[in-house]
């Protein structure tokens, strides 16, 4: 059998730093609230260190011998997570974060095992299609359907369990989009004809483009929802780009996005005040009103000088609903510079081993798998921090595993899980 | 002697900072030497190659010798490891893989099918040094290092 456990001493190294990090975290955090430093605040540290522990040594468990490193920095940054919603929400929330913490790590687990064969979603793409589209208008139902903040992207049963499907809809959209240039690249990356100085490419192969812009334009529509619209948009131009080396593709596609966005923003008012909002936020009528989140964050930034105010010494509760679209602006109040450039710096590690894995994979399928979920990691992250300080209108997507938020947990856990297992295939072909 | 608690304080929150810090260090160095041993992987000699016998106008040149790896895609689509771009080539044509301990030749359900010393296989074969390999009009000897 093949089952020899195998030692992991790079991740087991990492983790270590992980629990100092989460530790130190929480005790800054509980500190600067009851003003003493005891080890009672060490009980959620602790909890959270077993779940990443036993993740640690399923791993050892099954003799994977796959990439060391993603999976510490996806607990460093879920710790960070739990640090800031014990800092920022209401302390229900902290239970639930650490249940999906849980649940996260379970569908980490199931995902290493199911299925056996990655290379075997590639048969079924479009069942992923339909499965994803689905999802995606399922929020739209009666009874399960929610409407939570002006937006219609959540199911649930009852008060709790509520499950934005928008999440999920990313992997089923990455497996889909993989499977389905993989067969048609060369197709697609044919020289396009040219009409005078113009490279135009052949009308059929514009056919997905088009279908693919006309999905994001309902979405945007019918959910209210600009963020998953942006990140669906782009993990579609940049996976079209990665399979056919043509720049004329995502180039067209921004064209098509930036004329569709500003048609919807004459048409439709809530896009149309998120521009405003964007464009004036400290204007008379609007800063106390609708631009009032993004001028408490803006002034959050503004504070935070080289080292912050450090942990718990800020004043980011006056964002609202900061711990779920601002934990951005918050982490960089309380540790400052130092803290936000050590943290885009993970981000960065994450998102550039995540190319590495996809860059060494043995197939087609499976590199523009992992570059399609290392892409989805990177795009969410710049949307967020780049909404966050005011530098694109903001839209409402998680900061991957440090907002506050279940569906998101879970589906990062799942994309880590699934580049885990390329760099596990890619190790068994090429060796190492 | 007491330490005030607001210095205690601000130890802890420079702690966590420094603590960030040293942990992305060490993800640095861990990325580094990934990618390192990766690089290695990739310079080292092929452990076995076709060296091509009859080809077409385009195609690769006879007497090139083409590295194999552990496990080697060939057909005429760009992302294989050893590219045959003729039309008679399927996209996925055939797979070489080295496992237990020898060497084999797999037909990946192409059209015109893959040759071994003159004979369509059907399945997975057993290559031998010296062995022919026809994929479309390209034929390959088979050449194993050592």
């Known amino acids: ?432 | 002697m007491e330490i005030p608690f607001q210095i205690a304080l601000w130890g802890v929150r420079l702690a966590f900072l420094l603590v960030l810090y040293l942990f992305l260090i060490r993800a640095f160095g861990a990325l580094w030497r990934a990618l390192r041993a990766e690089g290695e992987l990739a310079a080292r000699p092929a452990a076995a190659y076709l060296v091509v016998q009859t080809s077409y106008p385009q195609g690769p040149r006879v007497s090139e010798r083409l590295p194999l790896r552990v496990v080697s895609a060939i057909g005429r689509d760009a992302g294989n490891d050893v590219v045959i771009n003729d039309e008679a080539a399927s996209a996925r044509h055939a797979l070489i893989e080295h496992s237990d301990g020898a060497w084999w030749v797999a037909d990946q359900g192409s059209t015109n099918g893959t040759l071994l010393n003159g004979a369509r296989i059907a399945r997975r074969e057993r290559l031998r040094d010296g062995d022919l390999v026809e994929i479309g009009r390209v034929g390959m000897r088979f050449e194993a290092a050592r």
Request: net charge positive.
């Open chain 1, 1 to 432: 059998m093949r089952l020899r456990p195998a030692f992991r001493g790079t991740e087991l190294g990492l983790l270590v730093w992980v629990a100092l990090l989460v530790a130190l975290g929480f005790a800054a955090v509980v500190g600067a609230e009851t003003e003493k430093l005891d080890a009672a605040s060490l009980a959620v540290p602790l909890a959270y260190l077993s779940v990443a522990l036993a993740l640690h040594l399923f791993l050892v468990a099954r003799g994977f011998r796959g990439d060391q490193l993603l999976l510490p920095l996806a607990l460093g940054l879920t710790g960070v997570g739990l640090v800031l919603v014990e800092r920022l929400a209401p302390a229900a929330l902290l239970v639930q974060q650490l249940t999906w913490t849980i649940v996260g790590a379970g569908a980490f687990a199931a995902a290493m095992l199911i299925p056996r064969d990655l290379t075997a979603f590639a048969r079924y793409k479009y069942t992923w299609a339909i499965a994803g589209i689905v999802l995606l208008l399922s929020p739209l139902l009666p009874v399960i359907g929610r409407e939570i903040n002006g937006a219609r992207i959540w199911i649930g049963l009852g008060d709790i369990l509520n499950f934005q499907p928008a999440e999920g809809v990313k992997i089923l959209l990455v497996i889909f989009f993989a499977s389905y240039l993989e067969e048609n690249r060369e197709l697609l990356a044919r020289p396009p004809q040219r009409l005078g100085p113009f490279a135009i490419p052949p009308l059929v192969y514009l056919v997905p483009i088009v279908l693919m812009w006309a999905l994001a334009m309902g979405v945007m529509v019918l959910q209210k929802d600009l963020g998953a619209t942006l990140i669906f948009f782009g993990i579609f131009l940049a996976m079209l780009y990665l399979a056919t080396g043509r720049a004329t593709y995502p180039a067209l596609g921004l064209v098509f996005f930036l004329a569709g966005a500003f048609v919807m923003a004459r048409l439709f008012a809530h896009v149309e005040a998120r521009v405003d909002i964007w464009l004036h936020p400290f204007a008379e009528e609007l800063r106390f009103g609708p631009a009032y989140q993004i001028v408490q964050a803006l002034f959050a930034l503004g504070n935070a000088g080289l080292l912050g105010a450090g942990l718990g010494g800020g004043m980011p509760e006056r964002i609202p609903i900061v711990w779920s679209d601002f934990v951005f602006a918050a982490f960089t109040e309380e540790t400052g510079f130092a803290g936000a450039l050590a943290l885009l710096a993970l981000y960065l590690v994450l998102v550039f081993r995540g190319m590495s894995i996809a860059l060494r994979a043995p197939t087609p399928f499976l590199q523009l798998l992992a570059a399609g979920l290392s892409f989805t990691l990177a795009f969410q992250t710049l949307v967020i921090v780049a909404g966050n300080a005011r530098l694109i209108p903001l839209t409402g997507v998680t900061l991957p595993f440090l907002s506050y938020g279940g569906s998101s947990l879970v589906t990062n856990f799942v994309i880590v899980a699934l580049l885990l297992r390329v760099s596990d295939i890619t190790r068994r072909v090429r060796g190492g």
